[in-house]
């Protein structure tokens, strides 16, 4: 559901998009830190907020970092 708001502003078109392993932190809603297959051997980290039910909001991307691979560690950050 962030594609699209990956790509706009990392300035790049993925051809896959495809979600590995992620992890979560409870906020005044929920936070999902989640690493991303964008081709084959390139991965990203995505920081993405999910609202609380009752606001009805969908998925916001808060921050991405890019040159991640495979075998790189999925942090908070």
């Known amino acids: ?5 990956f790509e706009s502003r990392a300035n ?3 051809a896959a998009f495809t979600a590995i392993v992620y992890k979560t932190q409870v906020v005044a809603g929920t936070m999902y830190f989640i690493k991303v297959q964008v081709s084959n051997a390139e991965y990203v980290h995505l920081k ?8 009805n909001q969908g ?15 999925l942090t908070y950050f």
């Open 12 to 14: 790049t078109n993925c």
């Open 59 to 73: 998925p916001s991307l808060v921050s991405f970092q890019t040159g991640k691979t495979r075998d790189d560690p």
């Open 1 to 5: 559901q962030v594609k699209s708001q």
């Open 48 to 55: 993405v907020f999910q609202s609380l039910p009752q606001e």
